[in-house]
């Protein structure tokens, strides 16, 4: 028998690229692709999976009316943001380590857009509370079984939630300028991915 990656991802455009662009790399692998845990349970039956490749972001149904953030509130936002010029301003004049005093400018910015991209996370309902759960849930049911996140949207703060949470690795999934393009670089990406999972991968299936 094939070992079996469990693939759970609330995105049907997610379930595409493993179908697509993933799985045809790993024809002795067996994909079992699911949105939900209860879901995932059912398709597995009475297969083992060698691994869990779970998603982190999905909506939380317990967000009351989510809604997208105003474009007028975002350019509001961003108009107090540090900018590029701050971070230059002065900097040939500055005393001390001025590598480190660049880079601590410029997150800054970073910062900012992160702390940004949270709000808006939080008003549209999207969080891990999607991943962390199905982490559990693959911890009840298969202790033995590592499971990993394969992940886009997930910032340091989620990075730590994984891991406190008992996650076995994190992935970061490609992200292109469209749709196209994410396709080819997650089809470029497969074989490594694969690769690295391959070494998590429980060795008893």
């Not at 079996?4 to 049907?12: A, E, K, L, P, Q």
């Not at 975002?74 to 004049?93: H, M, S, W």
């Not at 962390?132 to 340091?156: E, M």
Request: proline share 6%; glycine share 4%.
């Amino acid at each position: 028998m094939k070992p079996v990656i469990c693939f759970i991802d609330d995105s049907g455009f997610e379930h595409d690229l493993v179908k697509y662009e993933i799985a045809p790399s790993a024809p002795d692998l067996e994909f079992v692709q699911a949105y939900t845990f209860a879901e995932a349970k059912d398709l597995l039956a009475a297969k083992i999976p060698s691994l869990f490749l779970l998603d982190l972001w999905g909506q939380d149904k317990d967000v009351v009316d989510p809604y997208l953030t105003p474009m007028d509130e975002l350019k509001k936002r961003t108009a107090d943001f540090p900018t590029i010029a701050q971070v230059y301003g002065e900097l040939d004049n500055f005393q001390g380590d001025i590598n480190n005093e660049f880079l601590k400018r410029l997150f800054t910015i970073v910062d900012c857009w992160r702390k940004l991209f949270e709000d808006a996370c939080d008003r549209i309902g999207q969080n891990s509370k999607y991943g962390l759960f199905n982490l559990r849930q693959a911890r009840f049911y298969y202790p033995q079984i590592p499971a990993v996140f394969y992940t886009r949207k997930s910032l340091i703060n989620d990075a730590v939630a994984m891991f406190k949470a008992g996650a076995d690795g994190l992935f970061i999934k490609p992200t292109g300028y469209n749709d196209d393009e994410t396709r080819r670089l997650t089809r470029a990406y497969a074989p490594r991915l694969l690769s690295d999972l391959s070494k998590i991968m429980s060795p008893n299936f």
